[in-house]
């Protein structure tokens, strides 16, 4: 079955870029959604957003333009690249799929990766 | 945005007894169009992603035990489990996908009594 894996750096300064990869593995990553999603410790889920594998993409408006997501279908992976980072980007970070379409519920997600940011 | 309001935000019950959590949308999920409700729950255990329990607000995921079953339409959603077990111990989320900006409930902590 279709199984996801983040990866990228667990630390991040404060005003820099973090850089996340998901590689999805046991299927193809193409004619799907994908997703990143991040969970604060302790709190709850927040949708960051969505590239289909042409490209398209939307983002949660809270992120203040600051997300960027691109794919490569050729190593079955998107990315997540989130800028001018603070404290408040400290989360675990997952990914995940879109079952079917663009309005849809997420299945499966990635382990998640825990992102910290820090000086 | 489409603000999901889950209560309580935690619930203390017994193994066997029926544990039940409410979501509640600040506007209609349900598509006239097809007659769906865009809403899902899921499951998440402590250092574990979410695991996806239901979807178009009733439909069971494959393999998911028939104890959880969920309810509700337009704004107003519930997910019952029938007879707490311990592994059933975890955080619920309901979610809404009708609109492209998804979100997600506070969640609900279930604890055994």
């Known amino acids: 079955q279709v199984q996801l894996q983040e990866s990228g750096p667990g630390l991040v300064k404060p005003s820099e870029t973090l850089s996340l990869t998901c590689t999805v593995s046991g299927g193809s990553i193409s004619s799907y959604y994908w997703s990143w999603i991040r969970q604060p410790a302790g709190k709850g889920l927040e949708w960051i957003g969505r590239?289909?594998?042409?490209?398209?993409?939307n983002y949660n408006p809270s992120l203040k333009s600051r997300a960027t997501m691109s794919v490569d279908t050729s190593k079955n992976q998107f990315s997540l690249k989130l800028s001018s980072v603070t404290a408040a980007d400290t989360a675990v970070y997952y990914c995940a799929r879109a079952y079917s379409g663009s309005l849809s519920w997420f299945d499966p997600w990635g382990q998640g990766t825990l992102v910290t940011v820090s000086s | 945005d489409i603000v999901m309001t889950q209560s309580p935000d935690s619930l203390a019950v017994s193994l066997g007894e029926r544990a039940t959590i409410n979501c509640k949308s600040s506007?209609?999920?349900?598509?006239?169009?097809?007659?769906?409700?865009?809403l899902a729950w899921y499951q998440q255990k402590p250092g574990q992603p979410p695991k996806l329990l239901i979807y178009?607000?009733?439909t069971r995921e494959s393999g998911v035990p028939d104890r959880f079953s969920a309810s509700g339409s337009g704004t107003d959603f519930t997910l019952t489990i029938s007879s707490l077990q311990a592994e059933d111990v975890a955080v619920y989320y309901c979610q809404q996908y009708y609109s492209p900006l998804c979100t997600f409930g506070q969640g609900t902590k279930l604890e055994i009594k």
């Open positions: 506007q209609s999920v349900l598509y006239s169009s097809n007659n769906k409700n865009y």
């Open positions: 590239i289909y594998t042409s490209g398209n993409t």
């Open positions: 178009w607000a009733s």
